[in-house]
């Protein structure tokens, strides 16, 4: 049997990892790949609350994360897909039209 | 040390390294294939806390329909190797320390609200799969039906998105 902690702390590292990536990469597609990676971690962190306390309600929870993130590819690599046809381009820094 | 956590410790090891490999790897299909790598070894690990159907969902849907939804539009816009930007000073030394604090604060958090409650459930009685179906159609019954809806909307948000403009 693997202490709950175990998960939690390799949930962390993940997030932390997704939140480093998110900030550090400039293709607005590996972007949004680390938003999945972030979700999955939040996911691990869901499991294993919902063995720790042997309750279900948790595996649910990922379920519906599951399905929110599956929408939120499908408009969000539609928006990809017009911002590069406008921009030309799929690096972060080109589309800075509310920067100051 | 038991099978069950050389077995974590290597599934463990494999997501690390893949997301670590999703930040290193410059061009993005190199990056998503790491990222196929971190949910499926997240996956054996759902099977190992003895929730099959979450690691079958998981791998169907994660690692199936949204990664090939990713590699499709990655192919599809022909997208090359990012381009290399300079950081500033303050994101070059602050972001190490930074990011490491970010993820010990979560542990630590995580670990001291919930991580000490003893494994009350044997691995038999928990994770049935009717047992979710049951509470998915019972208990979370209306946000089952919203996600329909949501995903509907999701869908011609999407052809909305997509769609070429019309000459006019």
Known sequence: MVPTQYYLILSAILFGLGAVAFVVKRNIITIFMSIELMLNAVNLAFVAFSQAKGKLDGQVFVLFVIVVAAAEAAVGLGIIILTARNRRSLNIERVDLLKL | ?168
Do not use: C
């Open chain 2, 1 to 168: 040390m038991s099978p069950a956590l050389i077995v974590f410790f290597l599934l463990a090891a494999l997501s690390v390294i893949g997301a670590l490999s999703l930040i290193l790897q410059k061009h993005p299909i190199h990056s998503a294939l790491s990222l196929i790598v971190v949910m499926v070894s997240l996956a054996g690990l759902y099977l190992l806390m003895g929730a099959e159907f979450v690691a079958a969902v998981q791998i169907i849907v994660y690692g199936g329909a949204i990664m090939v939804l990713f590699v499709f539009v990655i192919m599809l816009l022909n997208a090359s190797a990012e381009e290399h930007t300079s950081f500033s000073k303050l994101a070059k030394f602050g972001g190490l320390p930074l990011a490491l604090a970010l993820t010990g604060l979560l542990a630590a958090a995580m670990i001291r609200n919930g991580g000490a409650v003893p494994n009350s459930a044997t691995p038999d009685a928990l994770a049935k799969t009717s047992d979710i179906s049951l509470m998915l159609f019972s208990t979370f019954v209306y946000p089952f039906e919203l996600t329909s809806f949501l995903i509907l909307v999701a869908i011609m948000g999407a052809l909305v998105l997509a769609q070429r403009e019309k000459k006019t």
